[in-house]
């Protein structure tokens, strides 16, 4: 248990964000949470004819791409952000985001459950 002592500064240290773990495990309400605040950029691995049946609601601080695109997308980008990948069951992410820590290129985790899971806790996306 933390003692504090009631400071500004218990305040700001308790707020301060903890640092990403490559390659681990989010609930989707907390991959939700990471997008939502833009705290992470949520990738969807999902192939087109499995976004057809519905995807990430737009206003969330997501991008598409196909999981061949994915190594290419985080050597190039500027945003420095953490990186959450979700695919349809999430195996797929698991798998990808478990290779990448090896590479320790990025800070990468995946949501468990996938987007099966995302659609099950009623999070908001399109359909």
Same mark, same amino acid.
């Given at each position: 248990?933390?003692v504090?002592?009631?400071?500004?500064?218990?305040?700001?240290?308790?707020?301060?964000?903890?640092p990403?773990?490559?390659?681990?495990?989010?609930?989707?309400?907390a991959?939700?949470?990471?997008?939502?605040?833009?705290?992470?950029?949520?990738?969807?691995?999902?192939?087109?004819h499995? *976004?057809?049946?519905? #995807?990430?609601?737009? =206003?969330l601080?997501a991008?598409? $791409? &196909?999981? /061949?695109?994915l190594?290419?997308?985080?050597?190039?980008?500027?945003?420095l952000?953490?990186?959450?990948l979700?695919?349809?069951?999430?195996?797929?992410?698991?798998?990808?985001a478990?290779?990448l820590a090896?590479l320790?290129?990025?800070?990468? *985790?995946?949501?468990? #459950?996938?987007?099966? =899971?995302?659609k099950?806790a009623? $999070? &908001?996306? /399109?359909?």
């Amino acid at each position: 248990m933390a003692v504090t002592t009631g400071t500004t500064w218990d305040v700001i240290l308790a707020a301060r964000p903890a640092p990403v773990e490559h390659g681990t495990a989010l609930s989707v309400r907390a991959a939700y949470q990471e997008a939502l605040y833009e705290r992470s950029l949520l990738v969807d691995l999902r192939e087109d004819h499995e *976004r057809e049946l519905g #995807g990430i609601h737009p =206003a969330l601080a997501a991008a598409t $791409l &196909p999981p /061949r695109e994915l190594l290419g997308h985080l050597i190039n980008t500027t945003d420095l952000r953490p990186v959450v990948l979700i695919s349809e069951d999430g195996r797929l992410a698991q798998e990808t985001a478990e290779t990448l820590a090896e590479l320790d290129l990025a800070q990468v *985790r995946y949501a468990v #459950g996938g987007f099966e =899971a995302w659609k099950q806790a009623g $999070l &908001p996306a /399109r359909s």
